[in-house]
């Protein structure tokens, strides 16, 4: 049985540092004289120091995988074994939708799934390690990333993120088939100013507990074994350098003894930020604060044994370092199978199966949202339909960050569609102008048009902030020319973020934003447009009005001069346009009809050890079986901080059958009713607090009880 200490005590310091830089894999397998002379170089490394390296971000295939880990331990003395981290961030190669989407379910066993599937197919390449899940709060939409996480609110993030890392986990990492977890960006990289990339980020240490701490926090507890630092800073200093986040915060407070990993070329970049003098700095400023491995750069290699014989660094920091990496491959089984996953016959027989495709298209119909239907949803056979727009043709469905994922794997939208009703006319034109007489005429003649249109995927994700969140002119203008001519017009909306529809919205009978579904995006879609899926989702970060509210979420803090339209003109709004989205958290429309009522409360005190039983009944008086996400908040109206006007606590996706009814209860305890103080200390305070229920944010039941 490996040793880890003795192994540590065993390697010579240059071994030991080497083991915390992260390189990619053609330094291993190219010509280090030829094909990566120049990153080599850029990089300041000799070959030796190469093959000193500890992890590899990315690779191929499993043939790749091997190629990789054999050349290294042809040159390794110890023969400590390469790890393999890459971004499988919401499938590897059958490609479930993105997060974003997949959060608008409501329904953390789903995105568990999905997990599962990505991680048994990432491991048949042999990769260990998955930088996942995302647990960015954000409530800007201008934030290209917001495509990678799971909305606006604290609590949805916790349970997500714990859901992510037991599909990629299951039953322990070192088993074939599960990936392990790490958790990104730590910490609040979604706050990012502006909605700006890698910008500045500057919140209180409140705020930081509060609301963006909560998503890492539940995917640590959860068993996460890495943590990757964002690009921000915190109170002035980058995370990657920051001692407070990475020691302080989630080594002591948190007890967190796995792997703390910057993201790319993040150490380095503290140069640019102005924390850093020069590599050797920022290489000691890290080590101190406690970052571990360095992705894609060389700060350690180059400077870490020098600050250590200058006592700048004590040895016990590095071998701390080192320890967690060796502990984590020797927990991955890496030791005794350096191959561990890597299976070409079971990457052939297993990736894209026809089995992962099926869990990825049940994922798909849950991971949308309706966001209206005027009576013209769910289509029918016998109409005459005409599908327009650039996503009738274009199967670029997939989204960011689909490393593998490929759009040849998916089905374009008019051919899904096919499978049911022929369309009289399939155009990706966003002019009416340009269609021929015959297409023309077969518009006039329809009596439903689908159009399909949205974001490109490269229009979100990482480096991808906008600030202009409308449709594109040239589909804008296609609507307002589909609205002049009397048409039921159908919008399926692709995208990464949320966006504004305020000038579309009074022109199409229907919405469905169906944001990027992965491969099995158009089956999903043109099932749920023919009503063979009842849409259930609700969406997870408030849809703006107009750029100008950004940042807007519904779990806001009260001012001390709300508006309340009673004609007083000195309160908090816009003179331009009103404070409320255009669609609220938590919004989402079904093909059911569904009524809340007999909302009631077992008491009306609640005491420690006495829980409060909150219950209502859910009745769809429709003809159509369908799933209601039913959701409970509070608001707690006297404390020692100003809470928000609304929280949400707890939820639960129930299946109601047509024309019947059934009772949801929730079990409310005092642990719902906490809060961060301003001493950092968290519990909850005795008064008045509100519970409110409803199928969205805007439209609860309310009333009061007190903690006493």
């Not at 490109?456 to 409308?470: F, V």
């Amino acid at each position: 049985m490996l040793n880890i200490k003795t192994l540590l005590n065993s390697l010579s310091i240059e071994e030991k540092i080497g083991q915390l830089m992260q390189l990619a894999p053609f330094f291993f397998i190219g010509d280090l004289k030829k094909e990566v002379y120049g990153p080599i170089q850029a990089l300041g490394l000799k070959e030796e120091e190469v093959f000193l390296s500890g992890s590899v971000l990315g690779i191929g295939n499993a043939s790749e995988m091997r190629r990789v880990q054999e050349a290294y331990l042809a040159k390794s003395r110890h023969k400590i074994p390469l790890i393999f981290m890459a971004d499988i961030i919401h499938g590897y190669k059958t490609i479930f939708p993105v997060p974003l989407a997949m959060s608008t379910s409501f329904n953390p066993d789903l995105i568990k799934k999905a997990a599962r599937i990505s991680a048994l197919e990432a491991q048949t390449a042999g990769i260990h390690v998955t930088f996942s899940p995302m647990a960015d709060l954000s409530r800007d939409p201008r934030w290209g990333r917001v495509v990678e996480g799971f909305g606006e609110d604290p609590y949805l993030n916790q349970v997500y993120a714990k859901a992510m890392v037991e599909g990629y986990q299951h039953d322990g990492i070192e088993k074939v088939g599960n990936l392990a977890s790490c958790v990104k960006h730590f910490a609040a990289y979604g706050a990012s100013e502006a909605g700006r990339d890698y910008n500045t980020v500057d919140i209180s240490r409140l705020n930081l507990h509060q609301y963006y701490l909560s998503g890492y926090k539940a995917a640590i507890d959860a068993g996460a074994r890495l943590v990757m630092t964002s690009f921000n800073i915190i109170e002035g200093i980058p995370a990657t350098q920051n001692k407070y986040l990475l020691r302080e915060l989630l080594k002591v407070q948190w007890q967190f003894d796995g792997v703390v990993i910057s993201d790319y070329d993040s150490l380095r970049q503290t140069i640019e930020h102005g924390t850093s003098e020069d590599d050797y700095d920022a290489a000691k400023k890290a080590i101190l604060a406690g970052l571990d491995i360095e992705m894609a750069t060389s700060s350690y290699v180059l400077n870490l044994k020098k600050l250590i014989e200058n006592n700048e660094v004590p040895m016990s920091l590095l071998d701390d370092a080192v320890y967690r990496v060796l502990k984590l491959k020797n927990d991955l089984g890496l030791f005794d199978n350096p191959f561990k996953g890597a299976d070409e016959q079971k990457e052939r027989e297993f990736v894209l199966s026809k089995e992962n495709k099926k869990v990825a298209l049940e994922v798909a119909k849950e991971s949308m949202v309706l966001l209206k239907n005027d009576s013209v949803l769910p289509l029918k056979y016998t109409q005459k339909i005409a599908l327009l727009g650039e996503y009738s043709k274009n199967p670029h469905t997939i989204g960011p960050w689909s490393w593998h994922g490929r759009s040849e794997d998916c089905t374009p939208l008019y051919q899904a569609i096919s499978k049911y009703t022929k369309p009289l006319l399939v155009s990706d034109s966003n002019d009416l102008s340009t269609l021929s007489p015959s297409d023309y005429q077969a518009l006039v003649e329809s009596d439903v048009v689908v159009v399909a249109i949205g974001e490109h995927a490269i229009e979100s994700g990482e480096a991808h902030s906008k600030t202009n969140l409308t449709l594109k002119p040239n589909d804008l203008r296609l609507i307002e020319d589909l609205s002049k001519l009397g048409k039921k017009i159908v919008l399926v909306l692709y995208h990464g973020r949320p966006v504004v529809l305020t000038d579309v919205e009074p022109k199409v009978h229907a919405i469905l934003d169906t944001f990027f579904l992965g491969t099995m995006a158009q089956e999903a879609i043109t099932e749920t447009l023919f009503g063979f899926n009842n849409p259930s989702g609700k969406l997870t970060m408030s849809y703006p009005r107009s750029v100008g509210q950004i940042p807007i979420y519904y779990n806001y803090l009260n001012t001390g001069r709300p508006f309340k339209n009673d004609g007083n003109p000195f309160t908090s709004f816009y003179l331009d346009e009103k404070n409320t989205p255009l669609y609220p958290f938590g919004y989402g429309l079904s093909y059911s009809s569904f009524k809340l009522s007999n909302y009631r409360l077992s008491k009306q005190i609640i005491r420690e050890s006495e829980p409060i039983l909150v219950s209502i009944d859910v009745e769809n008086a429709s003809p159509i079986d369908g799933y209601e996400t039913v959701q409970l908040y509070i608001r707690d109206y006297a404390a020692e901080v100003a809470r928000p006007v609304q929280e949400l606590k707890q939820f639960k996706k129930v299946f109601v059958k047509a024309k019947s009814k059934q009772t949801v209860t929730f079990e409310l305890t005092v642990s719902d009713l906490v809060y961060v103080h301003s001493d950092l200390s968290t519990y909850a305070d005795h008064g008045r607090f509100s519970i409110q229920v409803g199928n969205t944010s805007n439209q609860v039941h309310t009333t009061d009880i007190t903690f006493l």
